[in-house]
């Protein structure tokens, strides 16, 4: 038996011992986030098992074979936990990581504001020192979740006498107080997945730094890694079981067994891009249209899955190479651009099949059963929903011309835009409003 059989092995007969469905969401995760079995991947010394990615893949697929309710989804396991892991003290461990990993607390990520996406680090968000505090004033935008959120990942500008890189920290910041207002914001496929943050004399703690004072730069590469690693792999900002975790949604008083089918369901609801899942959606939809004898709709099937195979050979390629302890450079960043090249072929595709039901899209659930009724295709919405979101992954985590510049300086070796971002104080910078 390989190691990876063996993991397996183990957690299931740790699942036959503790798996109970009548055990509230709550009372499950606590016992889950405790054994190390939530994030495998995180260290023994912060609540995980030191497993690499392969062996927590197949821990999270045992657990969904078994019929076990998995571990709390969301930013908080896929960003939170493990940057605090590699930069957080003892006792940030503690608190935050077992919160996170026992599905108690909810987190948001406030990076991105109004002036300061692509630029993340000429952040205009505010931390003064007030005695064991810092005082907060700032606008956040796009924070995924942030409505349901107990704590968030925060950066803000604690010196503005040093190039604008130096002068930043990161924060875990309470989301429940006076000073901070989220406002969802409506998207255009209907839903409401993110929200503008404002922070008007909020609190934090002196200790809830991450990281040390003005290393947040360096801490938030962290955040950023993991989240470009997450969205390659084919992850999203809402990785996860089917249950959410923390105070807000109200799930941790239900039972636990009521959202293991939910989780199939909703793996059925966002196609997986990269798993092929979407190609095989859209080779059954061509044939029910009539449009599988169109030579160019045959043409771009088999575009899709070459660029998906492509996409799986890559990620195995390197799982291999980290195994021996190589590494192939901007293998991150070309996965994201791949991901988003294949997300615009299934949307473009998709929407040629349906023709032009394609133009029919519900934004409540209502409508959508009675859409469903009307055309007599439910599995229509999919891809119009899908149609509607491909904009978002060639955005978040880094857009696909940030990608192209990452890729051209740091592993092309080209010259960098002239700036005298790292040599200038960031209050004599030029700001953008
Ligand atoms: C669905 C979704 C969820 C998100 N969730 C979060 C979240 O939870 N938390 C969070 O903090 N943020 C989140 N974001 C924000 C995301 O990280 C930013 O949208 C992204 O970094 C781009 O920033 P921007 O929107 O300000 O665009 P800008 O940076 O203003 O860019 C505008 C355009 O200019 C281009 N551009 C900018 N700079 C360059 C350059 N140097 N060279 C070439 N082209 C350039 C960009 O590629 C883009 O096309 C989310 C975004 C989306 C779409």
Known sequence: MSAVDDVAAEVKDWLGEN?????TVGEWWERLGTSGWAAPALPA???????????SVRVQRTIAEFGALGAPGGLGLLLAAPTIATHGDEAQKQLYISEIVTGRKAWCQLFSEPNAGSDLAGLQTRAERDGDEFVINGQKVWTSGGQVADMGMLLARTDVDVPKHQGISYFAIDMHQPGIEVRPLREMTGRALFNEVFLTDARVPADAVIGGLNNGWAVANTTLAFERAGLGAGGGSEAGGAATPGTVAGNLGKRAGDFVQGMSQRGAAMPGVMSGASNRLLVELAKQHGKIDDPTVRQDLMRLHTLNEIARFM??????LRTSGGDIPGLG???????????RLSRDLGLRILGPHGTLHAYTAEDRTRLDEATGQPANAMVTEMALFTQ???IYGGTDEVQHNILGERVLGLPKEPSNDRTTAFRDLPKNG
Request: net charge neutral; glycine share 6%; aromatic share 6%.
């Open 333 to 343: 960043n070309i996965a994201k651009l791949s991901m988003s090249q294949i997300l």
């Open 392 to 394: 978002a992954p060639s």
């Open 315 to 320: 990620s195995l390629r390197q799982k291999a």
């Open 19 to 23: 798996w109970d469905p009548d055990l």
């Open 45 to 55: 010394d912060a609540f995980g098992k030191g497993l690499s990615r392969e062996e």
